[in-house]
């Protein structure tokens, strides 16, 4: 394998994620950040963001030399030793106004590096951008020796270094036949299959999946309020669903809403690139609209269950993360239920295993406490919003002996009913007639 000298500029989920397994590939890695002091964490081995297995292959990169870690761009892309021949963008792009991806990190690198990089260069776009980005990097560079190649990042949190490792596909588009295999070859290790195509269509690819998983998942939440009306039971539906094989078993589980940082960025991000296009994708804003309904479904259910009212009840959260096996709270389900609660006048308390304490500004309003019991304690009802696997085996017996109302709410169909049910608990899952 040829070893190229990669700049990886962003170091959060996807860019720390490349980077150190691009490193683990054999390649030479230097990672760059804006923020200083999130650099000088990892610079100790510190890493900020909960994702097994990335801590051990950042000290291995570094340990090996191949992996370290820069303040800013261009930094990154002035490597001393030879020059840098990939440069990855792995920056944040948030949902901007009217929902449309807001591309000013894009921008603020190619702005900082743009003169710096050297001929022959390849700039990688792995930000989920929208269609035409790779034609306006190359504008904005304004240089005809760096090539622009689109290679959307597909990994999950929580398992993003598996994900990386074992992709289902990789995807490189680039009006650059040779910068775009160049860019599959750092890859060909993986084993995965790798489908070279025009940038568009590789920028359309990552939205296309991220909507029709969303897609889905609206569809599978809508279902569980049917099933629930007419007693059939959604958890039997959706096991028959998913032996046809053209539909599968993953993403049919039900719960409080999908969220997380991608699928609510990029379902509003492609609804306003088919309106720019003058097309009308009712799918996708059908999708939106159900998220809304099932978010104000599962109050209704937690304030039938409290007797009709949640003015000044106590309501124990059990998860605030978006999913589980990650500290990830951006944009979670479980949080915007917690709004919806406490606009009815709830007091909240929630326990997530990542998060033993408040973050300012994200669990405003939830007393965050570190200890299930603390979360039951005096509460006329716990909810179950994130599906932590440790949740199906608390002690409920000992919940039940602090809690106000022997009531339970899983949003995620994650306990098992009869254990609840003998610890004298009231137990209701979604859509399980
Ligand atoms: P993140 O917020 O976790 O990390 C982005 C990092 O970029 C931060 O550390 C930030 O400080 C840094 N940054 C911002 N501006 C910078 C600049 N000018 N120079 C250097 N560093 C800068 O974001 P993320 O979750 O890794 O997502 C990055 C992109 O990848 C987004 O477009 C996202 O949609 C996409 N993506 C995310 C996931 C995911 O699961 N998180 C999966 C696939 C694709």
């Known amino acids: 394998m040829f070893a190229r000298r990669i700049a990886v500029i962003g170091t959060g989920y996807v860019g720390l994620t490349t980077g150190a397994c691009l490193a683990s590939l054999g390649h030479h890695v230097v990672c760059a950040d804006i923020d200083a002091a999130k650099v000088a964490r990892l610079r100790q ?7 097994p ?10 340990a090996a030399g191949r992996l370290s870690f820069v303040v800013g761009a261009a930094a990154a892309v002035q490597q001393a030793e030879r020059p840098v021949e990939i440069v990855f963008l792995c920056v944040p792009t948030p949902m901007g106004e009217g929902g449309a991806a ?11 590096v743009g003169a710096l990089l050297p001929a ?15 034609a306006v990097t190359a504008e904005m560079l304004g240089r005809d020796d760096v090539a622009v190649v689109s290679n959307p990042e597909f ?14 596909r990789i995807v490189v588009g680039s009006s650059s036949q040779g910068a775009a295999e160049r860019v599959a070859a750092l890859y060909a290790r993986l084993g995965a299959p790798t489908q070279l195509t025009d940038a568009a269509s590789a920028e359309m690819v990552k939205y296309a999946a991220n909507c029709f998983l969303a897609m889905k998942l609206s569809y599978v939440n809508a279902l569980a ?8 039971d959604v958890l039997e539906v959706t096991e028959g669903m998913g032996y046809d094989r053209r539909i599968g078993q993953t993403f049919l589980s039900p719960g409080p809403g999908w969220g997380g940082s991608c699928f609510p960025k990029d379902t509003h991000a492609l609804l306003q690139i ?32 409290v007797g009709g009212s949640l003015a000044g009840r106590r309501i124990g959260l059990l998860g605030l993360t978006f999913k589980a096996g990650t500290d990830d709270l951006r944009d979670s389900p479980a949080l915007a239920v917690a709004a919806l609660l406490r606009a009815e006048g709830a007091e909240l308390v929630g326990f997530d295993p990542a998060h033993s304490r408040a973050v300012p500004g994200v669990t405003d309003g939830i007393d965050v406490v570190d200890d299930p019991i603390d979360a039951a304690k005096d509460a006329a009802a716990l909810v179950v919003l994130t ?16 809690i106000e109302n022997r009531v339970v709410v899983d949003t995620r169909n994650l306990l098992d009913g009869d254990i609840l049910r003998r610890a004298g608990f009231t137990w209701m899952g979604l859509g399980r007639g």
């Open 45 to 51: 081995g510190e890493i900020d963001i909960l994702e």
């Open 53 to 62: 297995g990335l801590p051990e292959l950042v000290a291995e990169g570094t």
């Open 102 to 112: 807001d591309l000013r990190a894009v921008q603020a690198v190619i702005d900082e």
């Open 120 to 134: 022959g260069c390849v700039v990688v776009n792995k930000s989920t951008v929208p269609v035409g980005t790779a």
């Open 155 to 168: 990994l999950r949190e929580g398992t993003a270094v598996h994900d990386f490792l074992h992709p289902d």
């Open 225 to 232: 309020g049917l099933c629930e009306q007419l007693g059939a």
């Open 274 to 305: 088919a309106e720019s296009a003058g097309v009308d994708f009712e799918l996708v804003a059908a999708s939106l609209r159900q998220n809304t309904t099932t978010r104000a479904l599962v109050v209704d259910k937690v304030r039938a269950a």
């Open 387 to 402: 599906e932590w696997p440790q949740f199906r085996t608390l002690d409920w017996t000992a919940l039940g002996g602090v």
